[in-house]
C-alpha cells in the first residue's frame, strides 16, 4: 500500500446539489436542492447529467473562472462506463480523466488531483463525483418500482452531486498525504450488506495509513468514512479493537448523516456523494476539526458477477486534510 506526502494541494472550494430525500434530511447547508428526482429532465439518467452540469457551472461562477481556466476534471460515478460523467462533459472542452472506485471515487478523485498539482504545470483541477437513488438502485438491486423488500443492512443511495475545486495556491484546507487502498476480500456474497464488505477494507487503510505516517487515531481530530452506515460503522470498530488492537472514538461515518431516523432508509446512506456531502456541508463548518482523516469506502461488485455467485471484494481510501 503506498503513502504519499503534498506541499502544494489545497481544496479551494466546493458545490453542492441534492435530491428531495437529502434535502429533508440532517443538513440544510447544502448548496442547491432539487425538488424532484427528474430535475426538469424526462428520465433519472438526465436529470443525474443536469446536476453534474449544474454543480460546475456553479462553482466556476463562484470562483470567477471560466472553462480554459481548469486543466484538467478528474471524476466519476455509479453509472455503467461511468456514463453520466462522460456525457456530462461532453461540450466543457477541458481535459478529463474518469475514474471509478464505486462509493470510494470522491477520494480517488483527490489523490489523483493531489498527484497532477505536484505537477507545477497543473494549476486548477476540479473533481465531479454525483449518484441518483434512481439510476443506481436500479443498476445495482431493483428498479424502486419493483417494490423490493429492503433488509435492515441495505443503504439507500445518496441522490447528490459535489464539484470541488483544487489548486496549488495556498487556501483553508490542505491536502496533507494519501494512501491509496487495495482491493480486500472477505468473501462476502451478501450484496445487501455492503457495511460488512467494506469495513474490512477500511480498517486496512486507515491502519496502513496510520503506519507509514507514524501516527495513530489521536492524531486526527475526527476519522470520517464513507458510507458503511450502521452496520458497517459497527464492523469497522469491532475489526479494528480486535485485530488491530485500536479503539476508535473519534469516528464520523457519513452514511449514517445525511438521513433522519424517521425517512427509514435502514442502515443509512450509500454512494460516492455521500462522504464529500458531509464533509462539506457539515464537517468542514464545524471550526473544532481541524486534522481530518477521509476514508473512500467501495464496493467492487458487480450485477452479473453477484448473480454469478461470486464474493465481493472492497476498496478504501485514504486522504489526509488540514484545515489552516
Known amino acids: 500500500m503506498a503513502s504519499l506526502k503534498y506541499n502544494n494541494c489545497y481544496i479551494k472550494d466546493s458545490f453542492s446539489v441534492v435530491g428531495p430525500m437529502e434535502k429533508m434530511g440532517q443538513i440544510k447547508s447544502y448548496d442547491m436542492a432539487i425538488n424532484d428526482y427528474y430535475f426538469g429532465e424526462k428520465t433519472f439518467e438526465k436529470a443525474e447529467v443536469k446536476m453534474q452540469r449544474t454543480a460546475i457551472d456553479n462553482i466556476l461562477i463562484k470562483n470567477n473562472l471560466t472553462h480554459s481556466n481548469i486543466d484538467v476534471i478528474v471524476g466519476g460515478d455509479l453509472f455503467n462506463q461511468i456514463g453520466i460523467t462522460s456525457t456530462a462533459l461532453e461540450n466543457y472542452n477541458i481535459s478529463f480523466l474518469g475514474t471509478y472506485s464505486a462509493c470510494a471515487t470522491f477520494v480517488e478523485n483527490l489523490i489523483i488531483s493531489a498527484n497532477l498539482l505536484s505537477n507545477k504545470t497543473i494549476k486548477k483541477v476540479l473533481t465531479i463525483t454525483s449518484a441518483h437513488n434512481l439510476t443506481a438502485e436500479k443498476q445495482f438491486r431493483y428498479p424502486v418500482e419493483y417494490g423490493s423488500p429492503k433488509h435492515k443492512s441495505n443503504t439507500f443511495t445518496a441522490t447528490g452531486c459535489v464539484a470541488c475545486l483544487l489548486t496549488n495556491e495556498v487556501n483553508k484546507v490542505r491536502i496533507e498525504s494519501a494512501t491509496i487502498g487495495q482491493v480486500i476480500n472477505m468473501g462476502i456474497k451478501d450484496v445487501n450488506n455492503m457495511g ?129
Open 196 to 324: 460488512a464488505v467494506m469495513a474490512p477494507a477500511a480498517a486496512s487503510s486507515i491502519v496502513k495509513h496510520l503506519q507509514e505516517t507514524k501516527r495513530d487515531t489521536n492524531y486526527y481530530d475526527i476519522i470520517l468514512t464513507g458510507d458503511l452506515g450502521n452496520v458497517g460503522s459497527e464492523i469497522l470498530k469491532e475489526y479494528m479493537n480486535i485485530n488491530y488492537k485500536i479503539k476508535l472514538k473519534n469516528h464520523m461515518d457519513a452514511g449514517m448523516q445525511i438521513y433522519t431516523e424517521s425517512q427509514d432508509v435502514n442502515a443509512g446512506s450509500s454512494g460516492p456523494a455521500s462522504l464529500p456531502l458531509v464533509l462539506f456541508n457539515k464537517v468542514l463548518k464545524n471550526k473544532k476539526y481541524k486534522k481530518i482523516l477521509i476514508v473512500g469506502t467501495g464496493s467492487l461488485h458487480t450485477p452479473t458477477l453477484v448473480n454469478q455467485k461470486n464474493t465481493i471484494g472492497a476498496i478504501a481510501h485514504v486522504v489526509s486534510l488540514e484545515v489552516l
